[in-house]
């Protein structure tokens, strides 16, 4: 198991260095001179070589990406283009906020996902089942921005019940828990119905065992053959999909950020590409690729670990 | 004669599938004396697993007992409560199966799973049951029990598992052990042990067991009564050694005929012509007719009742029946002569 752990370990070295090279071409990838970009249209030959100087943009481009990862490797990410201040700052508070909403966001899709798909698997083929799995349905075809607005002018403009900005803090929940109640729904809605067919099709393939047959032959109750012999097994998939969610939601609240004016790196990363602020760019996508490799890991891990048992048999 | 603790009546099982209604078990009547070890013999498919599933109303939602009797101690278990039928599994009739790989939960112990059965039917702590499932382990000849207890299923072998299968099975000292090809998927070795250890448990513990089994050598080494399937039927019941004198049904007849005897020439085994029907397409009248060399229009007609010859052994056959149209003499494959009872 310790030698697994290793060996993922190092996978994931190739892994982040391939990002950190994608993430450093994101500039050189845009057609045209990054400086120009940076600088606008028609800005005065001066100011672009200004900006080319400070980025270190004359230097040959293996230069400039080993120097950009000297600075990673040191926790500099450099300084916006905008506001001069270094990007670390501008994200580290941003991060805080974005997590919280993907965590928040994971926790209702967990809970309503396993509820809904448990009762599907043991209801399964009847009325409740079709039902379930056809809101699942809806749940997983339904885009960000589109469940977004349809709930601000449901609940905040038609009935004024939440509001339709969000100011989610590092903080928690406070005075601001009616605020986080439709940006998290909107951003949890795809992964619940993600994870209520999961567990569902996880629990009936579990169900058709021959486990659970003899569970039934020791004269069981159902109970206790649903919750205890059947959903063990069946969590086990259903673990990934979690870290997969969790993962997804990190990169995915662009949107939900974006419609509920919430100050998190997704909204922070739009912001910046508007105003061609490059190094906010780099750094915020770099934060949530490096975070997105190691929820990864954690996910294949954990899997393993639960996995070992049948995996053997 | 001795008492009969599970009596089979007639009993008829039915899968609802896309294709229509399969009628697996269609007429299967047997019954257990108290103490004694039946076999049900019968190829793949004929029903076997069924039955026993259909006795502890275990079957799959697509399936359905649609008549018939399980009479056990007299009562009929078709007509108890989804409640009273729980408290007799694993309690009064336990079952053992044919995979016993699979059927083990993975994420639990092995001690976890035996000790369930003690908690759920006998009110044990978990401690107490604990305790008791390491001395099953010792009673199935599990070596260094207080350590297996510990273990996940993956940590043993197929043998071990359904080792541990039958101490779970036999945990609350039930009336009858059901059986369903334990030791098919099994090394010819470990086969033998383990038939050994249900044996010896089964005198031991004076229970009733009902062996389910493709293979006729273990019905003749272990059995005292055998019921043989055909095509989801009972084809002939009797005991074991009237069985092998004088087998009754031409499709018992050819089942020993098509078996190697050590006394016999190999060059002598004569198979079976045509194959099984399927439960789909069942034939008109007697389900072995196409297959039967004795077959008469009164066999490809009308199905024939399980005759009883009066000694409490039985056959669905029409030659053992007065409205039987041929010689009353019959020579079924050549050889062996079914007498007339
Ligand atoms: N869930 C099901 N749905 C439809 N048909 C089924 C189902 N389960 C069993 N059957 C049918 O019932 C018949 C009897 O099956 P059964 O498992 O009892 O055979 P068996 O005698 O135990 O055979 P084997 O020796 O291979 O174990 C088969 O024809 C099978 O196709
Ligand atoms: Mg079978």
């Known amino acids: ?313 | 004669m001795v008492e009969t603790i599970l009596d089979v009546r007639d009993l008829r099982t039915s899968f609802y599938t896309d294709e229509g209604e399969v009628k697996a078990v269609d007429g299967v009547s047997f019954s257990v004396p108290k103490g004694k070890t039946i076999g049900i013999v019968g190829e793949s498919g004929s029903g076997k697993s069924i039955t026993s599933l259909s006795i502890l109303r275990l079957l799959a939602s697509n399936g359905k007992v649609v008549g018939g009797e399980v009479r056990f101690k007299g009562d009929n278990l078709l007509a108890y409560s989804e409640k009273k039928m729980r408290s007799l599994r694993g309690n009064k009739i336990s079952m053992i199966f044919q995979e016993p790989m699979t059927s083990l939960n993975p994420v639990f112990t092995v001690g976890q799973q035996i000790s369930e059965t003690l908690i759920e039917h006998q009110g044990m702590s978990k401690k107490a049951a604990m305790a008791k499932s390491v001395d099953l382990l010792k009673l199935v000849g599990i070596p260094s029990p207080d350590k297996r207890v510990k273990q996940y299923p993956y940590e043993l072998s197929g043998g071990m598992r359904q080792r541990v299968m039958i101490a779970i099975a036999l945990a609350c000292n039930p009336e009858i052990l059901i059986a369903d090809e334990p030791t098919t998927a099994l090394d010819v070795t470990i086969q033998a042990q383990i038939l050994g250890l249900i044996r010896d448990l089964q005198q031991r513990m004076g229970m009733s067991v009902v062996l389910i089994t493709h293979d006729l050598g273990v019905v003749a080494e272990t059995c005292d009564y055998v019921a043989v399937m055909y095509a989801g039927q009972v084809v002939e019941y009797s005991d074991v050694r009237t069985l092998f004198r004088k087998p009754k049904h031409p499709y018992t007849v050819g089942l020993l005929k098509s078996l190697p005897r050590p006394d016999e020439d190999q060059e002598k085994l004569i198979p079976i012509h045509g194959t099984v029907p399927s439960p789909l397409h069942m034939p008109v009248g007697c389900r072995f007719n196409p297959r039967c060399p004795a077959a008469t229009d009164l066999c490809r007609e009308k199905l024939p009742d399980l005759f009883d010859d009066g000694e409490g052994n039985q056959v669905r056959c029409w030659i053992y029946n007065e409205q039987w149209p041929g010689e009353k003499e019959v020579d079924v494959f050549g050889e062996e002569r079914t007498a007339r009872c």
């Open chain 1, 1 to 313: 198991m310790t030698k697994y752990i290793i060996r993922r370990l190092l996978q994931t070295i190739p892994v982040l260095i391939g990002v950190s090279i994608l993430v450093f071409s994101l500039m050189h990838l845009i057609p045209g001179d990054p400086a120009q970009i940076i600088a606008g249209e028609g800005a005065p030959e001066k100011t672009v070589e200004q900006i080319r100087e400070r980025l270190g943009l004359n230097e040959p481009i293996h230069k400039q990406y080993l120097n950009y990862m000297s600075g990673v490797v040191q926790g500099d990410l450099g300084n916006s283009v905008r506001s001069g201040r270094p990007v670390v700052d501008e994200i580290k508070t941003r991060f805080w906020v974005t997590l919280e909403l993907a965590t928040y966001a994971t926790i209702l899709a967990v809970f309503i996902g396993l509820m809904a798909g448990i009762i599907s698997a043991v209801r399964h083929y009847t009325f409740t089942d079709t039902a379930i799995m056809i809101v699942a349905l809806f749940g997983l075809s339904m885009p960000n921005f589109w469940l977004g607005l349809v709930l601000i002018d449901w609940f905040a403009i038609g009935g004024d019940w939440l509001p339709a900005w969000a100011k989610l803090r590092p903080s928690g929940w406070g005075d601001s828990w009616r605020q986080v109640v439709l940006p998290v729904i909107t951003l949890g809605t795809g992964g619940a119905a993600i994870i209520a067919r999961m567990t569902r099709s996880s629990m009936l393939e579990v169900i058709g065992q021959d486990y659970i047959r003899t569970a039934r032959a020791k004269g069981l109750t159902d109970r206790v053959i649903t919750y205890r012999h059947a959903l063990k097994n069946a969590l086990i998939p259903v673990v990934t999909v979690v870290g997969l969610e969790f993962g997804g939601f990190l990169g995915g609240a662009v949107l939900t950020e974006t419609i509920f004016a919430i100050n998190g790196m997704g909204r922070l990363t739009v912001q910046a590409i508007n105003t061609r602020d490059f190094p906010i760019v780099q750094g915020a996508v770099l934060v949530i690729s490096v975070l997105f490799v190691f929820v990864n890991l954690i996910v294949d891990i954990s899997y393993k670990l639960l996995n070992k048992r049948i995996d053997l048999g």
